[in-house]
């Protein structure tokens, strides 16, 4: 199974909404997670179970989708959210991550 | 409190074979579908899943990396080891291990990684 994501980098500005898509070449189900990745920081889990905020994430973040089409939406863009983001496939062996969205300040 | 944390050298040779160890505590790798795995970040790039190793021993690898890869435990010592051989300058990067609770789930806790460049 390969991941797609897009775009591949996005400029924002603070209070904007965004949403990231990623794609899998085969249904997984809702077998998905959204990580955040700041520099020189190990990832930081997000959602799971493609719509499931993890404890302790703000709840601007959300996610949707099953099968191969999902998103994960900021709903209002903070300083601390400038971040890549990554998606990762959980429903069966490989278990890779998408290529990463960079979101940029606008 | 779970924790992880990676050690190993940050300095390899091309062609040596590379030793890291995830310490961890705050679960016990001999509890019902608990996982540690490995994920490494060359430069600049995406992450990549490696390997992963569960409380009752199975083992998974990824398949482009799996003839140079070797996951194992040791639940004494809440430790995972993970050994990649034949090292080559492209395998430098961020190497991270990660808790992984069981089932479809993801990795919900990670060490801070540890950087290992090959370079002669």
């Known amino acids: 199974i390969q991941l797609t994501q897009s775009p591949s980098s996005l400029s924002a500005s603070v209070g904007d909404r965004v949403t990231i898509t990623c794609r899998a070449s085969?249904?997984?189900?809702?077998?998905l997670a959204w990580y955040q990745q700041k520099p020189g920081k190990a990832p930081r889990l997000l959602i799971y179970?493609?719509?499931t905020l993890q404890s302790g994430v703000p709840s601007r973040f959300s996610g949707s989708g099953s099968g191969t089409d999902f998103t994960l939406t900021i709903g209002s863009l903070q300083p601390e959210d400038f971040a890549t983001y990554y998606c990762?496939?959980?429903?069966?062996?490989?278990?890779?991550f998408g290529p990463g969205t960079k979101l940029h300040i606008k | 409190q779970i924790t992880l944390t990676e050690s190993g050298p940050t300095l390899v040779k091309p062609a040596q074979t590379l030793t890291l160890t995830c310490t961890f505590s705050?679960?016990?790798?001999?509890?019902?579908?608990?996982?540690v795995g490995w994920i490494r970040q060359s430069p600049g790039k995406a992450l990549e899943w490696l390997a992963l190793?569960?409380?009752?021993?199975?083992?998974r690898y990824t398949p482009s990396l799996q003839s140079r890869l070797t996951i194992v435990k040791d639940t004494s010592k809440n430790q995972v080891v993970l050994t990649m051989a034949n090292m080559d300058p492209m395998d430098t990067g961020t190497y991270y291990c990660?808790?992984?609770?069981?089932?479809?789930?993801?990795?919900?806790?990670w060490g801070q990684g540890t950087l290992v460049t090959v370079s002669s």
């Open positions: 085969q249904g997984i189900y809702s077998s």
């Open positions: 179970d493609a719509s």
């Open positions: 190793i569960y409380w009752h021993d199975e083992k």
């Open positions: 990660a808790h992984r609770p069981g089932g479809f789930s993801p990795f919900d806790y």
């Open positions: 705050g679960f016990s790798l001999i509890t019902d579908e608990v996982g």
């Open positions: 990762q496939q959980l429903n069966s062996y490989p278990l890779p």
